[in-house]
């Protein structure tokens, strides 16, 4: 069975510093890793994604992951906050099991973000 | 449309009364998830639709809880007997059914049981 640990379920930072989200999952098999962000009022809308090849990952606004394999993690990271940036943020895995493929998710981060 | 959509968006039901919850997947998407998303508890599954295969059901927290998707489009989740506990909101996704693809989720169907 697949599970994923968001470690920081509440961050407030203020506009300008650098932010990072833990992400550890557990999954003995390939995996596809995923970052979902969801703002205030609107659904959910993927960040960035991790399929294969290069482990640093580049995502929507300046926002980018990187898969360390042998940490299981997918860390997410952005070096200049905005108050624009105040969501919730869901790490996701998804392995092969038996030709399904379901996305798990971690509980979430709400991350709010002071001008 | 181009994204998933799910109605109603907002539902108050009674303790006791069957809700059925309905989601339009992206056209072309053999893939489709429900999840439920309860404050503080992120994204529980529920079920999964892959094309004509057998429906993936572990996730069904109890019997009281049943989804069908007819000509492999359009999905409807059926809550009977509600409980309040049963108040959360409701996210249905899609996505292709192969690895290497994303979900797309709409924008979920908030049940309040009274």
């Known amino acids: 069975a697949q599970s994923v640990s968001q470690h920081n379920h509440h961050v407030i930072l203020s506009e300008a510093a650098s932010l990072e989200l833990g992400c550890n999952y557990s999954y003995g098999g390939t995996v596809n890793l995923f970052w979902y962000v969801q703002y205030p009022g609107q659904h959910l809308q993927l960040l960035l994604k991790?399929?294969?090849?290069?482990?640093l990952v580049k995502g929507i606004k300046g926002f980018e992951a990187e898969f360390i394999k042998s940490k299981f993690s997918f860390n997410l990271r952005k070096p200049s906050v905005q108050w624009s940036d105040t969501a919730e943020y869901f790490c996701?895995?998804?392995?092969?099991?038996?030709?399904?493929?379901?996305?798990?998710f971690g509980r979430g981060t709400s991350l709010i973000v002071h001008p | 449309g181009a994204g998933v959509s799910q109605s109603p968006s907002n539902k108050v039901t009674e303790k006791g009364k069957d809700v059925e919850l309905r989601c339009d997947p992206i056209s072309g998407h053999t893939a489709l998830y429900w999840y439920r998303q309860s404050l503080g508890q992120g994204l529980e599954f529920l079920i999964y639709f892959q094309g004509n295969s057998a429906p993936d059901k572990s996730g069904l927290p109890s019997d009281r809880f049943s989804a069908e998707r007819t000509g492999g489009s359009v999905s409807t989740l059926t809550i009977q007997r509600t409980q309040q506990e049963d108040s959360a909101v409701y996210l249905c996704?899609?996505?292709?059914?192969?690895?290497?693809?994303?979900?797309?989720f709409g924008q979920g169907t908030r049940l309040t049981v009274v």
């Open positions: 991790y399929f294969s090849g290069d482990p």
């Open positions: 996701a895995v998804m392995g092969s099991s038996g030709g399904s493929y379901i996305p798990t």
């Open positions: 996704a899609s996505s292709l059914k192969y690895m290497n693809t994303e979900a797309f």
